[in-house]
């Protein structure tokens, strides 16, 4: 071999040698300056999507006593932690013969059995057999715990990435409230209501809503279930929720008062009555007299 020759064998071999190493190794600029770390590419996963938990709950001698239900946190472990969100619905199944709650159900965190359980403030008892629907909500929708504070007060914080302000008139808000030790919860019913361009959180009893008070607040996704459902002429004993046949009625519902359209306080208790023959699902009071006229709740319906 020449001594040309083995020039050009030496620079071909360089640049082949080069060019593997650049394809190897990307040259990745940070600060104005090449790095020779690989490069990598991150793929970031959608969040994983964590449907609702729900169930019925049934009062039991093993598990109330008074005006007080427990939850068991053995049969769903979230029950033991108490920055677990809970919502519950006043629930019965054939409501002539079933057995009714008599209160605007209400969350109490027991510290010394540390476990969530159903209270009614106003001293009614929990009857054996009484039935509650529970959700612990996942992430389809939108929830949080509200705490009544200087500045925020009864007003809901639905954020504008989760619901743009001009659709937020039309949210379905379900509110469960919480009792702790000292609180200023009273045992009256809760409700929403539209003021102006906010939704607040009402005590149907007109007492104001007490600093510190804490409320849990679900706004169901576009792609979840809901609606309102209105009273619309005279006076009935029930509001309609599904008719026969409809598909809902194989999955579990959560309502609240919604007094935007009242023309003052509705202080009553009110259940999700189940009927059997036909099967379908109203609204009714406690003592079965009739709702008038303007009546509205809004409905969430979980598959």
């Keep these: 071999m020449t001594l040309k020759r083995f020039f050009l064998f030496t620079s071909l071999l360089f640049h082949f040698l080069l060019i593997t190493a650049c394809s190897e190794n990307a040259m990745i600029q940070i600060g104005g300056e090449e790095s020779s770390t ?16 729900t169930f019925e709950h049934v009062a039991t001698t093993e598990n109330t006593t008074a005006n007080y239900t427990a939850l068991d946190p053995n049969i769903y472990s979230d029950f033991a932690y108490p920055e677990t969100e809970i919502f519950v619905s006043n629930f019965t199944v054939n409501s002539i013969g079933g057995v009714i709650n008599n209160a605007q159900p209400v969350l109490f965190y027991d510290m010394t059995e540390n476990q969530w359980g159903i209270i009614n403030l106003n001293g009614s008892p929990i009857k054996n057999g009484t039935r509650f629907n529970i959700m612990i909500p996942g992430n ?9 504070v200087p500045g925020i007060g009864n007003q809901i914080q639905i954020p504008s990435d989760f619901m743009s302000l001009s659709e937020q008139e039309k949210a379905v808000i379900i509110v469960t409230p919480i009792y702790e030790i000292g609180s200023s919860l009273s045992s009256g019913a809760i409700s929403v209501a539209r003021e102006g361009d906010t939704w607040k959180i009402l005590k149907e009893d007109g007492s104001a809503v007490g600093m510190n008070e804490k409320y849990n607040i679900y706004i169901p996704s576009a792609t979840q279930t809901s609606k309102r459902v209105q009273l619309e002429v005279g006076s009935s004993p029930s509001v309609l929720v599904y008719p026969s046949g409809s598909p809902e009625l194989s999955g579990r519902q959560f309502f609240t008062l919604n007094t935007t359209l009242s023309a003052g306080p509705v202080n009553e208790v009110f259940y999700l009555s189940k009927a059997l023959m036909p099967l379908s699902l109203s609204i009714r009071k406690n003592n079965n007299s009739n709702l008038s006229n303007g009546y509205e709740f809004n409905i969430l319906s979980v598959d």
């Design 140 to 148: 389809r929708g939108y929830h949080y715990q509200h705490q009544v």
């Design 38 to 53: 690989p490069a990598t590419v991150s793929v970031v996963s959608p969040p994983e999507t964590v449907p609702p938990i």
